[in-house]
């Protein structure tokens, strides 16, 4: 197994194993034009380097979403980490993303918010995120 991947970040895929002597793909023995054709921003990476690009990838900001869709979130899975009290409420879903990375929902008052980050965010970390991101909603939050 080869310690590299072709990687590309825009299409959020790993393509293939890297053959670093053949300098071709391991599986479908490609070069790095070829790939391009299909990805054009496909690069050689490590796989721990290809593997942080990609969990980085899938980060995103916190966008308004519907007081339905957060309750359609809440109920298609079991929710993971929910924190509840009279004003907010987050949760994330149990199933990732990619890596770490798994999709967040938030209920600040009576505005919902979804965006996907790391799994290991503290709920602090999550509402701060909101919060910086729609401060002007929620000045006295």
Known sequence: MSDYCVVSVGSKIIVSEWDTEACRTAHSGRELDEVRTEYPDAQ???????????????????????????TDMLNVLPP???????????????????????RWLVRVGTSYYSFEDRVTLSHREV??????????LHPSV
């Open 127 to 136: 509402f701060e995120k909101v919060m910086v991101t729609h401060a002007h």
């Open 80 to 102: 993971h980490r929910w924190y509840r009290d009279p004003g907010a409420e987050a949760f994330a879903m149990c199933e990732r993303s990619f890596g770490s990375i798994t």
């Open 44 to 70: 050689v990476m490590s796989f721990d380097a290809g593997f942080a690009a990609m969990e980085a990838a899938f980060v995103s900001e916190p966008q308004e979403v519907t007081e339905h869709y957060f």
